[in-house]
């Protein structure tokens, strides 16, 4: 059967529906054009935005510290991690709970309560009606903190921080300083080697795909792992202790203004114990006077009386003005200039050889014996020590020593001759420790430190040589004379080679001296073998016959006793196995 194709007839266009169509495609077109343009001209930037919000996220370090430790890896100073314990009682969730069930305060309460410690109804009264937002306790520790987790309730954040430690308390205080409540260093060397404490981290975007799989990045190889350095110290906890307890019961006996004491490696400048009094507990620092915090041992001057005379015979010797077996006269007074100076105890002492000097510590046969040197040679020699420079060291900003200008110097007669027993002019506690370490190393500057990577900076520099070895050698044996026959006996240990010079200066106000003193007593051992200088200053002992002899010297003693334990020093043998006997 044949089949035939339906013909169908087009009619045409209604013109207006073609108009409207047309015009509907066009504004269509024109929307989304102008669509596109608004997202990716005007709106670029917060899309980009929220891109990397919803694709990557922040990591942020805790503001950390390194720990410090001493020589034999001992805590001194460390980051404990507490937490913060949040509550959003409109969440409240027990594992199982359907997940539109909200539990009770009172419910939440009752299981926290127990890891807590705290009472039910005092952790309820934290709460205040409140629905978020809660801070119920900080401090939590890591223990406490992961009990709370394995709670798994909802509505519970934990926020981890960290706190400074100091386990030893008030004994290192006055050297290692604190962290203020925002774990910023605010004194000590937490303050003055902040950089090297500080563990620096960076902030990073963890890149995810639209799964949620990390992606990787450009990060260092270095940026996620854990800072584990540490800030070693080259004290010794031990005798650090021991140096504390002599000082602290010897301010405490003259009623003293304060007192420190520092135990220092001859050959090297390290730092063994350095020890202040009055002293604070860094782990409460709020409860103290901001007084208490300074670092005066490095930042306060003082005169060093008697102490400089073994320096001052050292120059005289290095200068030939004096001979090893020469002697000097002393009648027990002088005038020099207009003005009368005499010894301590107003008496003289005839003729005299240079040990004996320091023995009895005689000013007028100090003044006889610089008055040979040229006065220009003699403040070039005391610039050359650095009296009035500052001392490099890793501990604080030291203050510059205060030395009379080279012209009134020389033409002021009497300058010279208070220099001579050490007055005059003053320096830093710490400045005197280093003159007299290099009296006993052969003559070598050593720059006092207590950081064990310091030594790195300080071998960069070579070493300048004060005074030679045999200049050194021989004050170091008229040092010895005044622990074997003079004012430094008190310190004498059998068996052992000591040599030391006592000091007792007054306070100066306003130009005049008062009757404040500072005693102190300077001691280097063994005089056979040099390793180490001790010093211990006392200010303003407040009862009668305080001299260096007196207030001093004990606590150096106790020192001693405790270096040659920890030292593990051996006395001196002869050859028959006895132990030597000084003469």
């Known amino acids: 059967m044949k089949k035939y194709k339906k013909i169908v007839r087009l009619a045409s266009l209604d013109q207006r529906r073609f108009k409207f169509l047309s015009i509907f495609s066009f504004l269509l077109i024109f929307s989304l054009f102008g669509r596109l343009v608004k997202l990716q001209v005007f709106n670029a930037s917060d899309l980009q ?24 890896n001992r805590l001194i100073a460390y980051d404990k991690p507490l937490y913060k314990l949040w509550a959003h009682p409109k969440y409240f969730n027990f594992p199982g709970d359907p997940i539109n069930r909200i539990r009770s305060i009172e419910e939440v309460a009752k299981k926290l309560s127990p890891i807590l410690d705290i009472n039910d109804e005092i952790l309820l009264g934290k709460f205040n009606n409140k629905k978020s937002g809660i801070k119920l306790l900080d401090k939590i520790s890591d223990e406490k903190a992961e009990k709370i987790k394995n709670l798994q309730i909802s509505g519970l954040d934990l926020f981890q921080y960290s706190q400074r430690y100091y386990p030893q308390g008030a004994l290192y205080s006055n050297l290692v300083g604190f962290v203020n409540d925002e774990n910023i260093g605010s004194a000590g060397l937490e303050l003055h080697l902040d950089n090297q404490i500080k563990v620096f981290r960076k902030s990073h975007l963890i ?40 000082l602290s019961k010897q301010v405490s006996k003259w009623k003293a203004k304060k007192g420190f004491a520092i135990v220092m490696d001859v050959n090297n400048g390290q730092i063994l114990s350095l020890v202040a009094v009055p002293s604070y507990d860094p782990n409460k620092f709020w409860q103290y006077d901001s007084e208490i915090f300074r670092g005066w041992y490095s930042q306060d001057l003082f005169e060093p009386g008697s102490t400089f005379k073994p320096i001052n015979l050292a120059l005289a010797l290095e200068e030939k003005v004096i001979q090893k077996d020469g002697l000097v006269e002393d009648n027990g007074k002088i005038n020099v200039g207009g003005w009368t100076l005499s010894n301590w105890d107003k008496k003289g002492n005839g003729y005299i050889d240079y040990p004996k000097v320091l023995q ?36 604080y900003e030291s203050t510059v020593g205060q030395l009379k200008r080279k ?30 370490a290099a009296l006993a190393n052969g003559g070598f500057e050593v720059t006092p430190h207590v950081t064990s990577t310091f030594k790195e900076r300080v071998n960069k520099h070579p070493k300048k040589q004060f005074f030679s070895y045999e200049v050194s050698k021989t004050v170091l044996e008229w040092m010895e004379s005044v622990v074997d026959k003079g004012s430094g006996s008190g310190v004498k240990i059998e068996g052992y080679r000591i040599a030391g010079k006592t000091g007792t200066s007054q306070k100066a106000l306003n130009g005049v ?40 010297v004990p606590v150096a003693k106790e020192i001693i006793e405790s270096l040659i334990v920890i030292e593990k020093l051996p006395p001196k043998i002869k050859d028959n196995g006895m132990i030597v006997k000084k003469p």
């Open 207 to 246: 890149k995810r795909g639209g799964d949620g799989t990390p992606l990787p990045d450009n990060s260092a190889s270095g940026d996620f792992i854990p800072d584990y350095k540490i800030l070693g110290l080259t004290l010794d906890s031990k005798l650090q202790k021991a140096s504390f307890n002599a």
């Open 513 to 552: 001296y008062t009757s404040k003193k500072v005693c102190s007593f300077v001691a280097v051992l063994p005089v056979n073998n040099p390793k180490y200088v001790i010093l211990v200053v006392v200010d303003e002992p407040s009862k009668s016959y305080a001299y260096g002899s007196t207030v001093a």
């Open 49 to 72: 935005t929220k891109a990397r919000l919803i694709q990557s996220s922040k990591t942020n370090s805790l503001k950390k510290r390194r720990s410090i430790v001493d020589r034999n």
């Open 360 to 395: 009895v510590s005689s000013n007028v046969g100090m003044v006889k014996i610089m008055q040979n040197l040229d006065p220009k040679i003699y403040w070039d020699w005391l610039n050359n020590l650095g009296i009035n420079k500052n001392l490099e060291t890793d501990l």
């Open 407 to 436: 012209d009134l110097f020389v033409n002021q007669s009497i300058e010279p001759a208070v220099t001579s027993f050490g007055k005059g002019f003053s320096i830093s506690p710490l400045k005197l420790v280093q003159l007299h």
